[in-house]
């Protein structure tokens, strides 16, 4: 779900600013800002090589290095507690001046500490990492002259929406780290059938990628109906896919997930990036064969 995340902070940064009067160029380009801070929690990935260090130093055998892991990962970066105090560490850090810089520093320094002290030194090392990416796209916010304010906003919209796009893929995040408080306590389900399930999660993700596609073209000045191509319908043959792949499930969700995805390639035009719109005739006749191909299959699996 990571492009998802991005994503929808970018649609519903960027629609947000259009509708409080900002230009069209303006409000893209502050929900690229959203859509970088939505990304930042999963560089909570870097755990990987931190806990490949840490556990040879600490001769960790390979369960405590899993188990680590599963503390670490989709845990502390996804906190709406530290990611409230993250995006008031973004803004202070993007005013720019020494005192409010030593105020975000000093935010990033005791969630790293506490971090570290609650979860272990590789989750505070992630911590540390997350607090400095961070502060890296507030920089990169305020070289574009975002204010502070509009910074800590775009913060919080991409790093407090984050957390609930994994409820449908994996298990839920400690929303109100580090405090024992649990928010949701397992996988949200859309159906009791695995596969079925796999498919609205997927639909979900299409949508809110739908959703990114429709503002950045609307803001563009472009239509949609205007990019699609007829190669789009290509997709409607991977309802045969039912009969000779193995059901997809969200365990056992690669042979689905890259095949579909390989057919809205073979769907997109065939010369893009050569002129004018063509990229964005490509992105949207592609997603429309991704869109057309899993509905076909769900259709073809409620068939049989």
Do not use: C, K
């Not at 008031?88 to 935010?107: E, H, M, P, V």
């Not at 596969?195 to 639909?203: G, I, K, M």
């Not at 990019?227 to 039912?242: I, N």
Request: glycine share 10%; net charge negative; charged share 10%.
């Amino acid at each position: 779900m990571f492009v998802g995340h991005a994503l929808l902070a970018f649609a519903l940064g960027a629609l947000a600013a259009w509708w409080l009067g900002l230009s069209r160029e303006r409000a893209v380009q502050l929900g690229v800002i959203a859509g970088l801070f939505a990304a930042v929690p999963d560089v909570d990935i870097v755990y990987a090589p931190f806990g490949l260090l840490v556990g040879a130093a600490e001769n960790l055998t390979a369960d405590g290095f899993w188990e680590t892991a599963n503390v670490v990962h989709r845990g502390p970066t996804h906190s709406l507690l530290l990611g409230a105090a993250l995006a008031a560490a973004a803004g202070l850090w993007a005013s720019n001046s020494r005192a409010t810089r030593i105020g975000s520093l000093s935010i990033g320094a005791v969630l790293t500490v506490l971090t570290g002290t609650v979860s272990g030194p590789i989750a505070g090392l992630v911590m540390l990492v997350f607090v400095l990416a961070v502060l890296g796209v507030a920089t990169v916010a305020q070289s574009r002259d975002v204010s502070p304010r509009t910074v800590t906003g775009l913060a919080l919209l991409g790093l407090l929406t984050h957390p609930f796009g994994d409820l449908f893929t994996g298990g839920p995040p400690p929303f109100f780290y580090p405090f024992d408080v649990t928010l949701v306590a397992e996988r949200v389900m859309l159906h009791p059938d695995p596969t079925t399930h796999l498919l609205a999660a997927f639909a979900i993700e299409l949508a809110t990628v739908w959703l990114a596609v429709w503002t950045y073209v609307h803001l563009r000045g472009y239509t949609l109906t205007g990019l699609v191509r007829p190669r789009a319908a290509l997709g409607l043959g991977y309802a045969a896919a039912v009969l000779f792949m193995p059901a997809p499930t969200l365990e056992q969700s690669a042979h689905f997930v890259f095949s579909v995805l390989a057919l809205g390639v073979v769907g997109a035009p065939t010369r893009p990036f050569s002129d004018g719109v063509d990229w964005l005739e490509t992105v949207v006749t592609g997603l429309a064969a991704v869109s057309i191909a899993a509905l076909a299959y769900a259709m073809a699996y409620g068939a049989i």
